[in-house]
């Protein structure tokens, strides 16, 4: 238990619908993280929020949108999604942006028909 | 942006038997972690190394931070410790970076 939860832990989507992922963090942080993990393929950063600012990985399409409504909760909307995104979807805390340690939730893992 | 690059790709050791995993980046880091994967897919931290020396257990790293490397050591091994180890690397881009992963078994 890291103290990072992420639900569902299992989604099933259609390309024409509209699903929302959320993340809670439990550590008090202030920074929260979303990231991508494809098959044979390294985690890639997707976005991310702090107190201070907003990050975004310019590659990310527009059909994944992030929000971020307090310190503790984190949001990932997805809709008309397409089969290549079939991949784990990770999010994780830390203190603050860009120092210090990361931690990560369970993942939800996402299968778009 | 920086690079990171693990080896071996895949390990398979016989339980008890020990083994050291690398990690090569390209740049000066301000932060790098160690992480095992599960088979579920749970990222566990193992180890905050941006420098020096760590041990925890059965596990121990060093991050030599001049020379741009580090290594997770893991002695008498279970076949708890199998699944995928990553080393995660945070550069001048003040994003996690993360290396392609060490797969390892196990072996009863």
């Known amino acids: 238990e890291t103290g990072v939860t992420q639900t569902p832990r299992h989604l099933v989507m259609g390309m024409t619908n509209k699903k929302s992922l959320k993340c809670e963090q439990h550590l008090g942080h202030n920074a929260m993280y979303w990231y991508k993990q494809s098959a044979k393929k390294p985690l890639e950063l997707m976005f991310v929020?702090?107190?201070?600012?907003?990050?975004e990985n310019n590659s990310v399409p527009s059909r994944f949108s992030p929000e971020c409504p307090n310190s503790s909760h984190l949001f990932l909307h997805l809709h008309t999604l397409q089969p290549e995104d079939s991949a784990l979807y990770l999010c994780?805390?830390?203190?603050?942006?860009?120092?210090?340690?990361?931690?990560f939730g369970p993942g939800t893992r996402l299968t778009v028909l | 942006g920086i690079q990171v690059e693990q080896s071996p790709p895949d390990l398979i050791l016989q339980e008890g038997a020990n083994s050291t995993l690398r990690c090569n980046f390209s740049?000066?880091?301000?932060?790098l972690q160690w992480f095992h994967q599960n088979p579920w897919g749970q990222l566990i931290n193992l180890f905050y190394?941006?420098?020096g020396t760590k041990q925890n257990g059965r596990l121990s790293a060093t991050t030599v931070a001049t020379e741009r490397y580090s290594l997770l050591y893991i002695s008498s091994s279970q076949t708890t410790d199998s699944g995928v180890y990553f080393c995660?690397?945070?550069?001048?881009?003040?994003?996690?970076?993360f290396g392609s992963g060490t797969q390892l078994t196990v072996l009863p």
């Open positions: 994780a805390s830390s203190q603050v942006f860009s120092s210090g340690e990361q931690f």
């Open positions: 995660a690397v945070e550069g001048s881009a003040r994003q996690l970076t």
């Open positions: 190394i941006p420098s």
């Open positions: 740049d000066s880091v301000n932060n």
């Open positions: 929020y702090s107190l201070e600012e907003r990050v």
